[in-house]
């Protein structure tokens, strides 16, 4: 019965893009729309999961029967995560999480000058990288947004990151990706195995997804 798939385990999901402050009226972000985190965090909970979805700004109603804390930036989105990591069982790592940021924020707004202006960035953290290198029980998923040579750095991620399981879209692919609904993606494994899916609505992917993750769960990663 897959009603019960997850019950008694904890989610964490992460969804959504971040937004990085350049002055009081302006920020950087990107075109995640939320969507397949949110679908994520939705599936996880009907199949009896207690979901804590940690979501960017975005345009979506919170999803029925899950916790949800709204994040703006980068650094926003790891400290609530790293905050909940010790009651979580499978944390994925949906979001398109900012990888620079500006790295002076001006208190109010900046004024137009003559000419061009440069902005300086400086690096957020990699909030995968840090959960790889604090996990203990927990079951690392994390999401790779490629638009060259997919395989080589999901597989790459997997490794460097101590990611227990890598969902990589290809989002050149018309109808995977970013803000549409639905996705292209493929997902690999720690023991090398990789699983392409087809073209399906973020829903069905998310379905998807944690019925990989449940069966991995089975085989080798006690809980
Ligand atoms: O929200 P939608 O519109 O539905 O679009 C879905 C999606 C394309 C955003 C989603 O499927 C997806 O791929 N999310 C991850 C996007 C991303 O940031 O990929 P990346 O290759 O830059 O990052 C790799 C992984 O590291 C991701 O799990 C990301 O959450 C994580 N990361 C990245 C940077 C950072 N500072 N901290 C991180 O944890």
Redesign the pocket.
Known sequence: ETELLFKGKTFLI???PTKEKIDPVRYFTN???????YALAEQAALLGADVLLISGTNALPDPKGVKVIHVES?ADMYDEVMANLDQSDVII???????YRPKQVFDSKMKKQPGNVAIEMER?????LELGKKKKHQFLV?????TDNMEEYARD?LIRKNADMIVA?N?TKEGA???GDT?IVTIFHKDLSSTPLPLLS?KETARRILLEISEKLGDDHRL
């Open positions: 992460t969804a959504g075109r995640s729309s939320g969507k397949m985190g980068a790592k949906s979001a398109a999480v900012a990888d957020t953290k990699d909030i995968l994390g999401f790779a947004a490629e991620k879209n989002v990706g970013f803000a996705n973020k």
